[in-house]
């Protein structure tokens, strides 16, 4: 199972951050069981399979931090015995799973509570969390219009419109990401984005964010970003890693006399983006060169 979702994991087959956080955390369910000669040998298998669970995207801060909370957590335990160890494994998993969904799940309530009836929103790309704020939103009675961005290479986008197209009281509108200035400036009341991880005031989320927030600001609409606290890294806590995704993504035949570059993600400056909504709570107070912590990752 670890091997098959660091495959998962580096192929992008799971596209929310927190949701790969939890799938990867599970994978280390594998360890519960088998014989090891010693407790540092185990300690050694964790440590090299949480590694290459990390390695599968590098990018991601919630699959990071969380897979070394697990690690050193057990290790923190000190166990004397391998079945402690497991034992520990067990505990730590659970507790970081819960910890990430329920951020999650707050963090979408309170971003729902900042929609209002009738508004016409815009978000890009995939992610859980302004899904769920969505469905609970229409769920109390709202009704949405909500423009989706394809989110070109891999039109993640796409799959966002067609779960918002289940959902009474929003209907949603797919459009070319090149799209995003003409309704913008025409009929957008505010941008509602996830992110993967604010680290030291710059937002790293899907790449076309930053030309998002920049257009959304010249056109005078607010821009909110969601997600669960633990995405907001303390200085030092995470390095950010950018994943160059592969060629054939952005064009199927071979190219000939010209190179092909593919980011997944891009940097946006906080200066850009108007409220910030976790589980935590909202801060509207990140026009500042650096986001305050609200959570040690």
Known sequence: M???????????????????????????????????????EYLRTLERNSNALRRANPSHASLVTTQRDIVESVEAADPETVAEAQEALRDAIDRVVDEVERGKHAA???????????????????????????????????????????????????????????????????????AAGHYLSEAVDKVLIGMDCIVDGTLYNRVGTYPLASTAADADVPVTVTGSSAKIVEEGGFRFENDFRTVSEVIREP????????????????????????DDGVRDDVSTSRVPVLCRA
């Open 2 to 40: 670890i091997d098959e979702t660091a495959e998962e994991i580096r192929e992008m087959r799971t596209h929310s951050s927190s949701v790969v956080a939890v799938k990867a955390a599970h994978a280390l369910r594998d360890l519960l069981d088998g014989d090891y000669p010693s407790v540092e």
């Open 108 to 178: 979408a309530r309170n971003a729902a509570d900042e929609i209002e009836d009738g508004a016409t929103l815009l978000t890009h790309d995939y992610s859980s969390t302004v899904l769920e704020a969505l469905e609970l939103a229409a769920q109390e009675g709202k009704h949405l219009d909500v423009y989706c961005t394809e989110a070109r290479p891999r039109h993640l986008g796409r799959k966002t419109a067609r779960q918002l197209g289940e959902i009474d009281r929003i209907e949603p509108t797919l459009i070319v990401d090149s």
């Open 255 to 278: 190219p000939e006399g010209f190179d092909v570059a593919n980011p997944a993600y891009d940097a946006t400056p906080t200066g850009l983006v108007d409220r910030v909504v976790t």
